[in-house]
């Protein structure tokens, strides 16, 4: 029967297809998820990206900066920043353009990475397809600062910012001009190609020519030397020319002479210039390097950001004026100029800035320090620090500094200018006592502004709203 | 022997079949239910709309069940529930892949379980395919060729396969219909003039005559032709083995097989430099991951679709097998890949095999090279083939070709041809005419 030996000759080879079917089918389902699941092109990788719901990120006392919002109309969570003015500390975490700032430094916090792997919880997740939730973090940033710093940038290039003395705290952080985390991927191309580069952390990336600011360290050195703070010195308003620059003092004075403090308070450049040539390069190295200029300090979980080390200055007679002037090859960032403040109110200590306080795991009622060791790096010594803190308060009480002062703070600081090419940068730098505690520390610059006692206002803003979040009032 | 007239007497056999068949129409009802049940707590904005589904199922499977107990109790008792049981499953996977379809395949399984029991019920059905298969032939060419001249594409899309004939909300696609009539014409054709073939003729190399070798040229022709015009490279090819198998069956030549094969060769050697759609299912079919961005994105995402399934699947509603384009029609079975992973898979592949295989038994119920055999073995292989060939398209075992899994992938058409081979393999099965 040819007939039948075919049929069952046609079933044994449908038998094998089928067979195979099913073997092919077991190769992909075993090998499969090691493999071709690994592509960066399987769109499931994005979804589960995009599902993760992030940790939320809070202020020192609990205010919301950015949460993931889950609602039943969406099928991933949505990063919300209720206060988008913190942009340039929180960042942004968007599907498309990745993660910025403390979303960034803090990623694997927040996704959940770092959380312990629990094979029960693994499984019953895996099988009930739950996201991936990430932890909450508590940063140091304080929303009364960080809306004083805001509001007071608005509208100019600039950054600032404010630190916790002796912890190092980060309190406020601006730079400006800035993004809405909120709009980031919608404003991404436009904000990709604004001039005014709202994406440059001002604060922790920007290189500013120190200008006038320079005199702090310049004072400590002489101070050491046994300078004279109150012989008046001819001509100390007088401009100096240098690289096609005529630099002023910080307000414009006649011809007058001045003592070094008075100087010092209005940051007139001639007298400083004076005492580099008289303390010689080897001096001025000496002090620059004590207060480690050139030598940005990060910001822990930021350092890929931190401006790569400039090379060590190197201070030659060639140069000497140049950088006794702040110019030149000299740049500080903001953050390294609120460092060598906070050093100046904590005897001379430079604490580390930080931003992390402690992380909460997801479903968790407490909280978990961040365990740090901080160590301070000593910039000056006890007396000269005493000494550079006495002739702020000058600064502020009669000086170019005076816009700084409130009534009821004890505040010093330095205001003073600087340029850079074509255009004028104003510098404030100055610190707050506070009762019971060493006190915060300031750093402000603002871009083409010819104005220190801006930046001196602006300090003062800021040295009060801190005062106001340590203090607990008023 | 029934007597006419009389309601049949079942014999022992008989009522072990009966209370099988219903055990296992209960089973796939109570897989369905988890499943329906599972996806509305899975997805609860599709509201009651899974047991809508389940509904509609239920009454055709009942309805199904009676009628068939009725006229044959001596049928295969596995035939119906595999069909229903693989039918719900895909109903439900084209109501968690696009809702609104699964409302328009839903109505279209109570049109195709009438149609079953139509096909399975009246008597002289599979005779009139014989009596009248030179006009079945004239009909089914004839709607070929009105596809070819007036076909369009549902979907709008120019350039787009013009598979399909119709107007307004309702479109067919011939070519399923014409699958049933061109094996019933072969098996008919092969029945009258194949059975006189003896092994002396074969001997005295009589074996190149027209007669046997002209029906396998002209089927390979008209499998060209829709090659061609239709660019259908899945109809064509289905066409084509089925009837070299039928061939085979009706004379044992294993030479037929391996002469079709070479032909096959040929035809898709000069297609792929002839036209692009065959060069593109070749290239990918060879090397997908090179292209996983352009032209070979829906079978890398079918393939990502079982590695995402693993063993034991996402389960319904959970994973993402709609990132697999048209994964509610031919690449369903990357769909039941993903949810139900591999145990689903084999569940699937076992189910199709064993309707595949109880088909070709039902060859056995007839005398040899007899043209109920032969259509019981043609319809078998319809099934059979068109299930091997899309299930190993979208595990790449095989160049893609553009078919439906029977029973399972959304489309009306499909889905009533299939139930209408059903319906005749079932009357075949129990032996009668």
């Known amino acids: 029967m040819p007939a039948t030996r075919a049929l069952s000759h046609l079933a044994a080879g449908l038998l094998i297809a089928f067979t195979l079917v099913a073997l092919s089918a077991l190769y992909w389902a075993v090998v499969g998820p090691n493999t071709i699941l690994r592509r960066s092109d399987n769109p499931r990788l994005v979804e589960a990206e995009a599902s993760i719901v992030r940790g939320q990120i809070v202020d020192r006392s609990g205010v919301l900066l950015a949460v993931s919002e889950r609602d039943a109309n969406r099928r991933f969570p949505r990063r919300v920043y209720p206060h988008p003015e913190t942009s340039p500390v929180t960042g942004y975490a968007s599907q498309r353009y990745g993660v910025g700032g403390a979303e960034a430094a803090y990623n694997a916090i927040l996704r959940g990475d770092t959380l312990p792997k629990d094979i029960w919880g693994e499984l019953t997740n895996t099988l009930l397809h739950q996201p991936q939730h990430g932890s909450d973090i508590r940063l140091t940033l304080d929303m009364g600062v960080q809306e004083t710093l805001a509001g007071a940038l608005a509208g100019q290039a600039g950054a600032a910012v404010v630190l916790a003395v002796p912890s190092g705290a980060v309190l406020g952080l601006a730079s400006a001009p800035t993004f809405d985390a909120n709009t980031l991927d919608a404003d991404w191309e436009r904000l990709r190609a604004d001039p005014g580069r709202p994406f440059f952390n001002r604060a922790l990336q920007g290189s500013y020519q120190p200008g006038g600011a320079v005199q702090t360290p310049l004072l400590a050195a002489g101070l050491l030397d046994g300078q004279p703070l109150e012989t008046e010195i001819a001509g100390a308003t007088m401009p100096v020319n240098t690289a096609g620059a005529a630099l002023t003092c910080a307000l414009r004075l006649p011809e007058l002479a001045l003592t070094l403090r008075e100087a010092y308070g209005f940051a007139c450049p001639e007298p400083f210039r004076q005492l580099a040539l008289d303390l010689g390069p080897r001096s001025v190295q000496a002090a620059f390097d004590m207060f480690h200029f050139g030598q940005p300090p990060s910001l822990a979980g930021f350092e890929f950001q931190a401006v790569s080390g400039t090379d060590t200055l190197e201070i030659t007679d060639d140069n000497l004026e140049e950088m006794a002037l702040g110019q030149g090859d000299m740049v500080v960032t903001p953050l390294e100029m609120a460092v060598m403040a906070a050093a100046i109110v904590n005897d001379g200590n430079a604490p580390q800035p930080y931003l992390l306080v402690e992380t909460r795991a997801p479903g968790a009622a407490h909280w978990e320090p961040v365990q740090q060791v901080r160590p301070t790096t000593p910039y000056a010594t006890a007396a000269t620090a005493r000494q550079l803190q006495d002739l702020m308060r000058s600064a502020v009480a009669r000086g170019a500094a005076i816009n700084a002062a409130r009534p009821g703070l004890d505040i010093g600081g330095h205001a003073a200018l600087a340029f850079s090419g074509e255009s004028t940068q104003a510098w404030f730098v100055g610190f707050a006592t506070l009762p019971g505690l060493r006190g915060v520390a300031v750093a402000v610059v603002l871009e083409n502004s010819r104005d220190p006692g801006l930046a001196a206002d602006i300090g003062g803003q800021a040295l009060a709203a801190a005062h106001r979040a340590l203090t607990g009032g008023e | ?433």
């Open chain 2, 1 to 433: 022997m029934a007597v006419r007239g009389l309601s049949p007497i079942k014999s022992r056999a008989d009522a072990q079949g009966s209370s099988m068949a219903l055990l296992l129409l209960v089973l796939a009802g109570l897989f369905l239910a988890v499943n329906a049940v599972a996806l509305m707590l899975v997805r609860p904005a599709l509201g009651l709309r899974p047991l809508v589904y389940l509904s509609v199922w239920a009454v055709c499977a009942a309805a199904g069940h009676r009628w068939l107990e009725h006229r044959l109790p001596g049928r295969d008792p596995l035939l119906f529930p595999i069909g229903m049981f693989l039918s719900g499953w895909g109903l439900l996977v084209i109501g968690r892949l696009i809702p609104t379809f699964a409302e328009r395949q839903a109505l279209w399984l109570a049109v195709s379980a009438v149609a079953l029991m139509l096909a399975a019920g009246f008597a002289h059905g599979v005779q009139w395919l014989r009596r009248y298969r030179y006009l079945i032939l004239v009909f089914g060419l004839s709607v070929l060729a009105a596809t070819i001249l007036l076909g369009r594409n549902p979907s709008g899309m120019i350039g787009a396969p013009a598979l399909w004939l119709g107007a307004g909300a309702l479109f067919v696609q011939p070519a399923e219909a014409l699958k049933i009539l061109l094996v019933a014409f072969s098996a008919s054709y092969l029945a009258e003039q194949y059975s006189v073939l003896s092994v002396e003729e074969v001997k005295s190399g009589r074996m190149f005559s027209p007669r046997v070798a002209g029906p396998v040229l002209l089927m390979w022709g008209l499998s060209v032709i829709i090659l061609v015009w239709q660019r259908d490279l899945g109809t064509a090819g289905l066409f084509f083995i089925v009837f070299l198998l039928l061939v085979y069956i009706a004379t044992g030549f294993l030479w037929i097989l391996a002469g079709g094969a070479l032909l096959g060769v040929m035809a898709v050697f000069a297609a792929y430099h002839l036209f692009t759609v065959v060069e593109l299912r070749v290239d990918i079919w060879l090397n997908p991951w090179a292209e996983a961005d352009g032209r070979a994105y829906q079978i890398v995402q079918s393939l990502q679709a079982f590695a995402a399934g693993g063993v034991f699947g996402q389960g319904i509603g959970q994973g993402s097998p709609a990132y697999v384009p048209v994964a509610h029609s031919d690449f369903i079975f990357a769909a039941v890949g993903e949810e139900w992973g591999l145990l689903g898979v084999i569940v699937v592949v076992v189910a199709l095999a064993v309707l595949s295989l109880r088909g070709l038994r039902a060859a056995l119920r007839f005398p040899p090279r007899s043209f109920r055999s032969l259509l019981a073995a043609g319809l078998s292989l319809l099934l059979a083939v068109q299930s091997l060939m899309i299930m190993g398209g979208v595990l790449k075992l095989l160049p893609l070709t553009g078919v439906t899994l029977p029973f399972f992938s959304y489309g009306g058409s499909s889905l009533l041809a299939s139930f209408v081979a059903l319906g005749l393999l079932i009357r075949l099965s129990a032996g009668e005419d």
